[in-house]
């Protein structure tokens, strides 16, 4: 079955990085769009990452270009997103999404002093 594990969450303060990792398992990683969704409390979910099977022609959220990249690595099947420049805006649960509809159970950042 389709799996899709977050990590790499946490608390850290403003203008600092993280670095989440989405590793799948269940499906042929390579021929599937992967994406990252974010989740504030209070909220509805929104899209802030994507990136096609081939790794070329990502696309942001406008709130986070600039500071965010997504990348992924078809053979350890892990998409990634590196957070850099992290505002306390930025603070909600993660979830990477594949291209069928597939979710992880996220993963909390917090961007607090």
């Known amino acids: 079955q389709v799996q899709l594990v977050e990590s790499g969450g946490g608390l850290v303060q403003p203008g600092g990085s993280l670095r989440l990792s989405c590793a799948a398992s269940?499906?042929?990683?390579?021929?599937?769009?992967m994406s990252w969704y974010r989740q504030a409390p209070g909220k509805e979910r929104e899209l802030v990452a994507t990136?096609?099977?081939?790794?070329?022609?990502?696309k942001y959220a406008d709130s986070v270009k600039g500071r965010f990249t997504i990348s992924r690595d078809n053979v350890k099947r892990t998409v990634y997103l590196q957070m850099n420049s992290l505002k306390p805006e930025d603070t909600a649960v993660y979830y990477c999404?594949?291209?069928?509809?597939?979710w992880g159970q996220g993963t909390q950042v917090t961007v607090s002093s």
């Open positions: 269940g499906f042929i990683f390579s021929t599937y769009t």
């Open positions: 999404k594949q291209e069928l509809g597939y």
């Open positions: 990136i096609p099977s081939t790794g070329g022609s990502t």
